[in-house]
């Protein structure tokens, strides 16, 4: 694999090493660490960390960090996530839930009008009643309490300096801006724009000093400082007072937040053990159904070119979110049918209404064991997310996904930081004749969300690959078609992430416009795929183990780069052609 090696100004003033741990035994020399990003700037954070003797955490960390000021538009610490961390010591995964909540005083209406009625999606986004409380700050310090090795204060450093000392402003940022940006509210519009109403030009230098002194707060305090005291007090103001939906949240939501451990969703494909993270994350489940129901087609045999073997994974997905639409959501709130959903013989009843001559007429969930009476809903989530993939030497391994959900969030921000929206991932409309939707807002309660922070073991036992992605719910059908390249047709990571993408979370199957798909078409169509060619918003990262080593990769569609320890990073040929819809 071609590489290049880093500029020394983008590793951001890398320290010395700091001492490392001893146990377990020091790598041999030709293993070294991985960060995988959207953003090169935020990869080098996370090199600098694993530099200076930290581990994968605090390389993910200081990555997600870096990435809230140069990535603004997609995620921070005004948002949340989840977490899949795997620990070599032990062998154990961690999977954390820092998903956003509703403030105690939501109820199922808290998205109806006055008159009401309820809002529409794009009328609820902005203003304060779309925030939920930030849970990213908790999830990533019980990760650090788990995994970290370097103090916490260190993971903010190049962030800091990011904000402090400025940035230069990507084509992507510069793009999200203009096509995405119409809700933000006046600091975030005086921050990103100029004096004639349009995003500034790339290549400027910005600077967020209120960005990087909230940093240094919470580097020198901890995160408690970010739900206590003056920061929280502002952020329940700017929520409560904002000009559009004001909020009711309280000071009590922001204090009472905790980040959760939850119990990881794992099952087999092939000879392989794929784990993800279980709901509120409806990916790990998801994942897992289509390429179980995958699993009985020799999807190796047909191969990547095959017109069928793209039918058959559409045909999957549209089984599998038929049933995430459904069933899953906060299982604090509701009865989710996790074990009767992955179980084996369940989904073998579903893989059986799949053909490969033929495309199902029409798709309902299915009735898995423990499955409550549910109403079916209108999934609302928009692209807006960034992962990060990161390993070390040690063979721990970390796959993040964080948000704020929509392009900006909110459109509210608060020391520099901008909010999320992240309560329009429930469903507004609450019930449908008489029957509740079970993704409907109710105090406290975490949305269902479609990030798929996966792990993936091999035949072996070690850890194989950590990918994840971005782009709404487009993230599940992403990761699971890289997982099919990977296993089934043998490809690198990078190379499965850089194949296009069939999306049929419904009746029509959308086509990645630009890439291999275009001429699979009339074949599809054949098949009785009712198909459309459109730009999707699609940006994944993944580091792979091969031949003992770690070996990076990242969407060729987005900015990011796959970052190695020694500074040298992977050849990614870039594409383009995907309409004036920027990545994710």
Same mark, same amino acid.
């Given at each position: 694999?071609?590489?290049?090696?880093?500029?020394?100004?983008?590793?951001?003033?890398?320290?010395?090493?700091?001492?490392?741990?001893?146990?377990?035994?020091?790598?041999?020399?030709?293993?070294?660490?991985?960060?995988?990003?959207?953003?090169?700037?935020?990869?080098?954070?996370?090199?600098?960390?694993?530099?200076? $003797?930290?581990?994968?955490?605090?390389?993910?960390?200081?990555?997600?960090?870096?990435?809230?000021?140069?990535?603004?538009?997609?995620?921070?610490?005004?948002?949340?996530?989840?977490?899949?961390?795997?620990?070599?010591?032990?062998?154990?995964?961690?999977?954390?839930?820092?998903?956003?909540?509703?403030?105690?005083?939501?109820?199922?209406?808290?998205?109806?009008?006055?008159?009401?009625?309820?809002?529409?999606? %794009?009328?609820?986004?902005?203003?304060?009643?779309?925030?939920?409380?930030?849970?990213?700050?908790?999830?990533?310090?019980?990760?650090?309490?788990?995994?970290?090795?370097?103090?916490?204060?260190?993971?903010?450093?190049?962030?800091?300096?990011?904000?402090?000392?400025?940035?230069?402003?990507?084509?992507?940022?510069?793009?999200?801006?203009?096509?995405?940006?119409?809700?933000?509210?006046?600091?975030?519009?005086?921050?990103?724009?100029?004096?004639?109403?349009?995003?500034?030009?790339?290549?400027?230098?910005?600077?967020?000093?209120?960005?990087?002194?909230?940093?240094?707060?919470?580097?020198?305090?901890?995160?408690?400082?970010?739900?206590?005291?003056?920061?929280?007090?502002?952020?329940?103001?700017?929520?409560?007072?904002?000009?559009?939906?004001?909020?009711?949240?309280?000071?009590?939501?922001?204090?009472?937040?905790?980040?959760?451990?939850?119990?990881?969703?794992?099952?087999?494909?092939?000879?392989?053990?794929?784990?993800?993270?279980?709901?509120?994350?409806?990916? $790990?489940?998801?994942?897992?159904?289509?390429?179980?129901?995958?699993?009985?087609?020799?999807?190796?045999?047909?191969?990547?070119?095959?017109?069928?073997?793209?039918?058959?994974?559409?045909?999957?997905?549209?089984?599998?979110?038929?049933?995430?639409?459904?069933?899953?959501?906060?299982?604090?709130?509701?009865?989710?049918?996790?074990?009767?959903?992955?179980?084996?013989?369940?989904?073998?009843?579903?893989?059986?209404?799949?053909?490969?001559?033929?495309?199902?007429?029409?798709?309902?969930?299915?009735?898995?064991?423990?499955?409550?009476?549910?109403?079916?809903?209108?999934?609302?989530?928009?692209?807006?997310?960034?992962?990060?993939?990161?390993?070390?030497?040690?063979?721990?391994?970390?796959?993040?996904?964080?948000?704020?959900?929509?392009?900006?969030? %909110?459109?509210?921000?608060?020391?520099?930081?901008?909010?999320?929206?992240?309560?329009?991932?429930?469903?507004?409309?609450?019930?449908?004749?008489?029957?509740?939707?079970?993704?409907?807002?109710?105090?406290?309660?975490?949305?269902?969300? %479609?990030?798929?922070?996966?792990?993936?073991?091999?035949?072996?036992?070690?850890?194989?690959?950590?990918?994840?992605?971005?782009?709404?719910?487009?993230?599940?059908?992403?990761?699971?078609?890289?997982?099919?390249?990977?296993?089934?047709?043998?490809? %690198?990571?990078?190379?499965?992430?850089?194949?296009?993408?069939?999306?049929?979370?419904?009746?029509?199957?959308?086509?990645?416009?630009?890439?291999?798909?275009?001429?699979?078409?009339?074949?599809?169509?054949?098949?009785?795929?009712?198909?459309?060619?459109?730009?999707?918003?699609?940006?994944?990262?993944?580091?792979?183990?091969?031949?003992?080593?770690?070996? $990076?990769?990242?969407?060729?569609?987005?900015?990011?780069?796959?970052?190695?320890?020694?500074?040298?990073?992977?050849?990614?040929?870039?594409?383009?052609?995907?309409?004036?819809?920027?990545?994710?």
């Amino acid at each position: 694999m071609k590489r290049f090696l880093v500029p020394a100004a983008l590793l951001l003033a890398v320290p010395a090493a700091a001492q490392p741990p001893a146990a377990p035994p020091a790598p041999s020399a030709k293993a070294q660490g991985v960060v995988s990003a959207s953003d090169p700037r935020a990869a080098a954070a996370g090199v600098e960390m694993l530099r200076a $003797g930290g581990s994968a955490t605090d390389a993910a960390i200081a990555t997600l960090l870096a990435l809230n000021v140069v990535e603004p538009q997609n995620s921070g610490i005004g948002g949340g996530g989840f977490w899949v961390g795997h620990d070599a010591r032990t062998g154990k995964l961690l999977t954390i839930d820092g998903r956003e909540a509703a403030p105690a005083a939501a109820d199922p209406r808290w998205f109806y009008a006055p008159d009401g009625n309820p809002l529409t999606h %794009s009328a609820a986004v902005p203003g304060g009643r779309s925030v939920g409380v930030p849970g990213n700050l908790r999830e990533w310090a019980m990760a650090h309490d788990r995994g970290g090795k370097l103090p916490w204060a260190k993971l903010f450093e190049p962030a800091i300096r990011l904000a402090r000392d400025g940035f230069r402003i990507t084509q992507r940022l510069n793009t999200g801006i203009n096509n995405f940006g119409s809700h933000i509210a006046p600091w975030a519009a005086a921050h990103y724009r100029g004096p004639d109403g349009k995003a500034l030009p790339v290549g400027t230098l910005l600077k967020n000093p209120e960005q990087a002194a909230l940093f240094e707060r919470l580097a020198r305090l901890g995160p408690d400082s970010f739900y206590v005291g003056p920061n929280a007090q502002k952020l329940v103001t700017t929520v409560n007072t904002a000009a559009r939906n004001p909020s009711k949240m309280t000071l009590g939501d922001l204090a009472s937040y905790d980040a959760k451990e939850r119990a990881p969703v794992c099952g087999s494909y092939r000879a392989y053990r794929i784990c993800g993270m279980g709901p509120p994350s409806s990916g $790990g489940v998801a994942v897992l159904i289509i390429l179980k129901q995958l699993e009985r087609f020799d999807m190796a045999r047909l191969g990547k070119d095959s017109p069928v073997a793209w039918h058959l994974m559409a045909e999957s997905q549209r089984l599998a979110y038929a049933d995430r639409d459904l069933y899953l959501a906060d299982p604090d709130h509701v009865a989710v049918p996790v074990k009767g959903l992955t179980d084996p013989k369940y989904i073998a009843g579903r893989s059986a209404l799949i053909s490969p001559d033929r495309t199902m007429a029409g798709v309902a969930a299915g009735v898995p064991a423990g499955a409550p009476a549910r109403i079916r809903a209108q999934p609302s989530e928009v692209p807006g997310t960034t992962h990060v993939a990161a390993t070390d030497a040690r063979g721990n391994a970390v796959s993040v996904t964080s948000t704020i959900e929509g392009y900006f969030g %909110s459109g509210l921000a608060v020391n520099g930081t901008m909010l999320n929206n992240e309560l329009t991932d429930f469903d507004i409309v609450p019930e449908k004749n008489g029957a509740l939707v079970a993704n409907r807002v109710e105090g406290g309660k975490r949305p269902r969300s %479609s990030m798929s922070p996966t792990i993936v073991y091999g035949p072996d036992g070690k850890v194989r690959m950590v990918i994840g992605a971005a782009g709404g719910s487009t993230i599940i059908a992403q990761v699971a078609k890289a997982l099919v390249a990977v296993i089934d047709w043998k490809l %690198s990571a990078q190379d499965a992430i850089g194949l296009g993408l069939i999306y049929a979370p419904g009746k029509v199957a959308t086509l990645e416009q630009g890439t291999q798909l275009d001429a699979m078409a009339p074949a599809l169509q054949a098949l009785g795929e009712p198909v459309k060619i459109a730009p999707l918003g699609l940006k994944a990262n993944a580091v792979e183990r091969v031949g003992g080593r770690w070996v $990076g990769g990242a969407d060729p569609r987005s900015e990011g780069v796959a970052m190695h320890q020694d500074g040298t990073i992977a050849d990614i040929k870039r594409v383009g052609g995907f309409g004036n819809r920027p990545p994710e």
